[in-house]
């Protein structure tokens, strides 16, 4: 009998699909400190606008990408939902269906208004809702714990159904039929025949465990009851046991067919539609990626392919486009893990094993097919002579053409151990011997095309003579102030030979030099950073050397950016060669270049102090990843980098190895949904119906159509945004334009989609937006926005010719008093006159108005807000607090000048200071005046003229 049961269960084990164990999926959360209302989420559906909802145990929160809007009771308040505590949600057109312990609200998706429904409430009251189901049509099926209804999506009229059951659990099937849930057992329900066709006995549906079923575009039904999933088998009309987990419940599929399971107790489940597999996802405390909590409520699957996950301690969620980047790390008593996060250098043998050199020895990495799997061991180098080797700060590995394997360090010298010998030889600087390595410290190795092995190191370049097969010496060349033919510094990070057989050194200060070989005779030309030469390389901090496939060679600098070596120059200088520099002002993701490689479409992947900057040469553009994409903190190291033969890069830093294939990067091909979020005048919301100035500025909600209607004095206004593209949303662009005010598209980007106008001039206006989502996908169909700028009464040309006919009149009739006046004068000439009173000054106000203007003198002098050309009176105005009437004051009174007159004093002045500063003779007079403020070069002129009595060109011949 035993020897049966042990038989029974090796038969369940083999026939049972197989489970594993897996942290593929890293996650991201989302909690009360992001805004969401409670942790504790139930229930994930999206609407037919695009927006997310969650439904939690303290209230609902609807979620665009960017932001969350809570919705929750207040009593006595009818326009507020039923209740805080929902278990249920479903969607339908311009609705949301929200089930909560204390009864049904509906939402309406367009207005965000709860829908008044007397004869639901009626019906269903103050009773829990168990579940809600719409299938796309025009029907909501809702379950309380005693009665079962219909509703019509439109009408809102309610009917009750299967009073006999208790639904908990419902999923459309073929032919207008339906699979039921309910505490009889499964039903299939013939629902345009009110008729039952089948029972099947799989037990009671609980509506409390959160049972599920789901009928997917394969034609298969999959169902979780209690702590088991069925599938049907539609051959033989019967459902059969497919897994076992802990109180399974809710189920959604991806666009590749997989299921994903909820489990209360379990975590998360995926089946895997290509191998059969289950994978089950659990937290770890370990793990800030991991899923929240092993207590998971429901799952849904996106169009975007993003998996959302509400669990009991907040809501987690695994977007594929912020997890392109794998990587290797150091783990605290994890053996299959690297020795140290600091790595320098990557290199891959012919058996494909990876030598990974840190910062405390060597570590080789194996990897299954697929880079999976990595089998990590930590190389004992005393079995070959070197223990020293088992803590070194490994700087290179290099693998020559004879099959040597040579190790650099940053302070114990050079080992190399050659074929078929198994103790290392170690090389060292000694002092008072010439022959001996330049250096102690050897930072990185080339062997050029004739065999010749170079070391760069922190006191020259060494370079191997191997004539001697007893004793091998070297040939050091170092820096000299008194030949300039020499390396022009001994701090060597890079040794680099070209294609064309031209070997490059890089130093840390000295620049780049290039050997130049005739016969035995070796001299360097130099080449240094010249600030006034745009043709120089940009910085003489050269780390990195580096040629593409269409053989350009480039040098990353350690300040200022990537220089691309060009050659049609003049021959005379510098034998032709010059450069062309990009930085962070052309898009590079930082200015600290450690590392390049170029991927298998000719992109350039340049590893920065930030992340990853992918450079496509040919349009001149820039991508960048960070930690928000899943690259590693920390900063790169130089040259740490591998490609393999299949195209995989491998880049190493301070916090371990990230390594990816572009070619596996999944685009995101579907178009965003631009849509208005609010209208906000000074940073308030504007509701619709509220009356600003006595007029609605908004009629109804904000929809692609609705007309916006504001006052000319006041038209001041902000305007968010979002795309409804929820894969890496920070990456989502916008682009809009104002007709009648705008020339051009103006752009915003994910981290903060909004704009802002104002002073417009009186008129009609349309804002059109676009967006695309974060692979650069554009919905080329923009929304839009009407938006009116209402005449003041008091500037129309009636009015106008009205005012000037009456001052005319005025004017008049102040010339005829006048000369009474005079006439009445000169009667009383003789009557004395009065004193005049002088005005009273509070010497409160007085002391209160310095200060003011020391606290302006003080905006000028150290935070020069002059060199803003779009400084306007009200701007400085709120600099400091005041009214623009009484900076008014403030300038005429106290400094006696006007606005303008004061700010284009700073101006001037700071325009002389650039024209005799030498760092600014290579700008011009025009670029040096629009940087100071002024935006005209023509009232440039004027004012610089009128304030300094010469032309800025005059001024600056002057000076020099």
């Known amino acids: 009998m035993k020897m049966l049961k042990i038989y029974v269960s090796l038969i369940i084990v083999l026939l049972a699909p197989p489970i594993c164990w897996s942290q593929e999926y890293h996650f991201q959360h989302l909690t009360t400190v992001d805004g969401l209302s409670h942790n504790e989420v139930r229930k994930i559906v999206k609407d037919d606008k695009g927006f997310l909802w969650f439904g939690t145990q303290n209230g609902l929160s609807r979620y665009d990408g960017y932001r969350f809007k809570i919705f929750k009771n207040l009593p006595d308040d009818e326009t507020s939902i039923i209740g805080d505590k929902i278990y249920t949600l479903a969607t339908s057109k311009d609705k949301l269906w929200v089930g909560t312990v204390t009864g049904l609200s509906v939402i309406n998706t367009a207005t965000l208004e709860v829908v008044q429904t007397p004869d639901i409430f009626e019906l269903i009251g103050t009773n829990s809702i168990q579940q809600l189901y719409c299938d796309g049509s025009n029907l909501v099926w809702v379950s309380t714990e005693k009665k079962n209804f219909i509703i019509d999506n439109l009408s809102l009229e309610i009917t009750q159904v299967l009073e006999d059951y208790k639904i908990a659990a419902i999923a459309k099937g073929y032919d207008n039929t339906y699979w039921i849930g309910t505490d009889k057992g499964l039903l299939l329900y013939d629902f345009e025949n009110s008729l039952i066709i089948k029972t099947y006995g799989l037990g009671a549906f609980d509506s409390y465990g959160l049972d599920e079923i789901l009928t997917n575009t394969y034609g298969e039904v999959w169902i979780t009851i209690g702590s088991v999933i069925y599938r049907y088998q539609s051959e033989r009309d019967r459902f059969i046991e497919i897994y076992r987990a802990k109180s399974l419940n809710s189920m959604s599929q991806n666009n590749d067919g997989d299921i994903f399971f909820g489990s209360y107790g379990d975590g998360l489940l995926k089946y895997s539609r290509t191998t059969g597999e289950f994978k089950s996802y659990q937290s770890n405390p370990e793990s800030h990626q991991s899923i929240s909590s092993n207590d998971v409520y429901d799952v849904y699957v996106d169009n975007e392919g993003i998996v959302w996950v509400g669990t009991q301690e907040g809501l987690d969620f695994y977007d594929f486009t912020r997890h392109r980047f794998k990587s290797l790390i150091h783990l605290p008593g994890n053996k299959n893990s690297l020795r140290s996060n600091f790595v320098q250098t990557l290199f891959q043998d012919i058996n494909n094993i990876f030598w990974i050199g840190t910062r405390e020895g060597i570590d080789h990495v194996k990897f299954e097919e697929g880079y ?372 051009d598209w103006r752009y915003a980007t994910g981290k903060n989609p909004s704009t802002r106008y104002s002073n417009l001039k009186p008129g009609n206006y349309r804002f059109y937006l676009k967006a695309s989502n974060n692979d650069g996908i554009w919905n080329e169909d923009p929304i839009y926005l009407d938006i009116v700028v209402r005449t003041n009464f008091m500037n129309t040309n009636k009015i106008k010719v009205v005012i000037g006919v009456l001052l005319f009149i005025t004017l008049a009739l102040a010339i005829v008093y006048f000369k009474r006046f005079r006439n009445n004068r000169l009667m009383y000439k003789d009557v004395p006159k009065l004193k005049k009173l002088h005005k009273q000054v509070d010497p409160k106000v007085e002391a209160e108005n310095k200060e003011k203007i020391k606290e302006l003198n003080l905006l000028m002098e150290e935070d020069k807000i002059y060199l803003n050309s779009e400084l306007g009176l009200g701007h400085l105005a709120k600099k400091i607090g005041v009214s623009t009437n009484h900076l008014s004051v403030l300038l005429n009174d106290y400094i006696g000048k006007n606005f303008y007159d004061y700010i284009n004093h700073f101006r001037v002045e700071e325009v002389k200071r650039r024209l005799k500063d030498p760092r600014y003779q290579n700008h011009t007079i025009s670029s040096i005046g629009g940087d100071c403020g002024f935006n005209s070069k023509s009232a440039f002129n004027r004012i610089f003229k009128n304030l300094a009595g010469m032309t800025p060109s005059q001024y600056q011949k002057k000076e020099h």
């Open 372 to 743: 999976s799997d990595p089998k990590i061991t930590h190389i004992d180098m005393g079995k070959n002579g070197s223990q020293s080797l088992n803590s070194d700060y490994i700087t290179s590995v290099y693998r020559d053409s004879k099959e040597r394997l040579w190790i650099a360090t940053m302070s114990n010298g050079l080992f190399v151990i050659k074929k078929g010998e198994k103790v290392f030889t170690h090389f060292l600087q000694e002092e008072n011997q010439e022959t001996s390595i330049a250096s102690s410290s050897v930072r990185s190795i080339l062997e050029d095309h004739l065999g010749r092995m170079w070391f760069g190191t922190g006191r020259g370049l060494s370079l191997l003579d191997e004539q001697n097969d007893e004793e091998n010496t070297f040939e050091n060349f170092s820096y000299s102030k008194l030949n300039t033919n020499s390396l022009p510094s001994n701090d060597i990070q890079s040794v680099f030979e070209d294609s064309k057989n031209r070997i490059w050194i890089g130093t840390n200060e000295g620049g780049l030099a290039l050997l130049k070989e005739n016969g035995s005779s070796k001299r360097f030309l130099r080449f240094k950073h010249d600030p006034s030469d745009f043709g120089s390389i940009s910085n003489d901090e050269v780390f990195v050397i580096y040629e593409d496939a269409k053989q350009r060679v480039w040098f990353g600098t350690s300040a200022a950016g990537l220089n691309l070596l060009k050659e049609d120059g003049n021959k005379d200088i510098k034998g032709g060669y010059y450069f062309q520099n990009y930085t962070e002002t052309d898009g590079l993701s930082d200015n600290e270049i450690n590392a390049i490689l170029e991927d298998d479409e000719g992109d350039l992947w340049i590893a920065t102090n930030t992340g990853f900057s992918e450079f496509n040469i040919a349009t001149e553009t820039f991508t960048n990843y960070s930690t928000y994409d899943g690259v590693l903190k920390g900063k790169f190291r130089k040259n740490a980098k591998w490609k393999t033969k299949d195209g995989t890069l491998f880049f190493g830093g301070t916090a371990g190895v990230n390594y990816f294939n572009p070619d596996d990067f999944t685009l995101n091909k579907i178009p965003p949904k631009p849509i208005f979020l609010d209208l906000l005048i000074d940073g308030k919301v504007v509701e619709a119906g509220h009356l600003y100035d006595d007029t609605a500025i908004l009629e109804a909600p904000l929809y692609s159509g609705s007309i916006v209607t504001l006052p000319e004095d006041d038209n001041r206004f902000e305007i968010e945004f979002a795309s409804l593209s929820f894969a890496s949303p920070l990456r989502n662009q916008y682009a809009f334009k104002l007709i009648g005010f705008d020339k």
